[in-house]
């Protein structure tokens, strides 16, 4: 089992300082430490993550202050882009950084984001696949023929070449089992979440990728499954509830603000759901955020001690998969969120392979 960490924070109620003080001294201790990535995502116009408006950019910043870590966008909503520039922005990092990139793709679920490209919105599934495929051909150097503004045919490859032959690939499932499926097709890995399905469905959806895998003549054990799971962790279990329960809420209920709006938007919430607008009562709301804290908390996160993440990990584990991005920024507290990485990585170290016995330690 890797550890790799992820960052997706919310900017309600945002601390002082620079907002990317943590990203920075957090990549550095990962990169130190021996964890294998770094993920930052793509999200627009919404203080939900609002920080990372294009991974590239802030991968381009890791790709100079790290040495070994992989750098990884999680996700990229590539329908919100011309996959040329894509592919140019991900070569220039791919220099930056000596060969260390990788991309998870999105086909985007917020109808808000897509008045980038408004077209696309419907079509955005069938879309990602075709310009993934694109991508492929583009990042081995294959030139690539687009019309010019007098309706002439050019053929263009990108510039800078990048270093590594091929691009790491991962799809973005919210827990779709035709995602899983699609990602297996294709030789990808898959990066997704326990927000909307729990271990044992999880376990089932891993085992239809590897399958997808196998009958598409990719090497089923070779993929890579990596979840995401918020992250913090403490001395008891008691001191990291107390700490971790009143910003996760407001971080929950500033990703549920985000759903209502694409909601009204027209289009789905996240996960592909279609639901009818509608205003939730402040106590209603408040019920649905214990809830749902309790559910993360028992069953769906990183949250607690090393004993009992130890334990959770080892289910992960025998369900098949084989990363972890700890998504650490839910709360803005940077000084406790490096002494919770510190335990992060005694957990790290546990699930280390031995070089010698190639047993887990």
Request: net charge negative; aromatic share 10%; glycine share 8%.
């Amino acid at each position: 089992m890797k550890f790799g960490i992820m960052f997706f924070s919310s900017f309600s109620g945002q601390s002082d300082g620079n907002i990317y003080d943590l990203l920075i001294e957090a990549s550095r201790f990962a990169d130190k430490n021996g964890f294998c990535c770094v993920w930052t995502p793509e999200r627009h116009f919404h203080e939900f993550g609002g920080g990372f408006p294009n991974p590239s950019l802030m991968s381009a910043v890791l790709s100079m202050i790290t040495n070994k870590i992989q750098i990884r966008a999680g996700s990229l909503i590539s329908p919100l882009h011309d996959i040329i520039r894509i592919a140019e922005e991900w070569a220039v990092v791919d220099n930056l950084s000596e060969g260390r990139v990788a991309i998870s793709f999105g086909s985007g679920w917020n109808a808000n984001d897509f008045i980038l490209y408004t077209d696309r919105y419907s079509r955005r599934h069938e879309i990602m696949s075709e310009q993934i495929e694109d991508l492929k051909l583009i990042w081995k150097g294959v030139p690539i023929v687009r019309k010019n503004s007098f309706n002439k045919e050019v053929s263009v490859q990108i510039y800078p070449r990048p270093i590594q032959k091929e691009l790491p690939i991962w799809i973005t499932s919210s827990g779709n089992i035709n995602t899983f499926r699609y990602a297996g097709q294709i030789g990808a890995n898959i990066l997704t979440h326990l927000m909307g399905q729990d271990i044992q469905s999880l376990g089932e959806k891993i085992q239809a990728y590897r399958s997808a895998r196998d009958e598409n003549g990719f090497d089923p054990d070779q993929g890579i499954v990596s979840l995401m799971l918020h992250t913090f962790m403490g001395t008891t279990i008691e001191s990291v509830k107390a700490k971790v329960k009143r910003p996760f809420c407001q971080y929950l209920k500033t990703a549920i603000n985000l759903e209502q709006m694409a909601a009204m938007g027209g289009g789905t919430i996240s996960g592909g759901h279609k639901i009818e607008p509608h205003t939730i009562s402040d106590d209603v709301m408040d019920q649905l955020l214990d809830i749902t804290f309790d559910r993360y908390f028992n069953a769906g996160a990183l949250m607690g001690t090393l004993s009992s993440c130890r334990e959770f990990i080892w289910e992960l584990k025998n369900i098949g998969v084989d990363e972890v991005a700890c998504l650490i920024d839910f709360l803005q507290d940077r000084k406790g969120i490096m002494e919770s990485l510190k335990y992060v990585n005694e957990l790290r170290g546990s699930f280390s392979v031995d070089r010698i016995t190639g047993e887990i330690d």
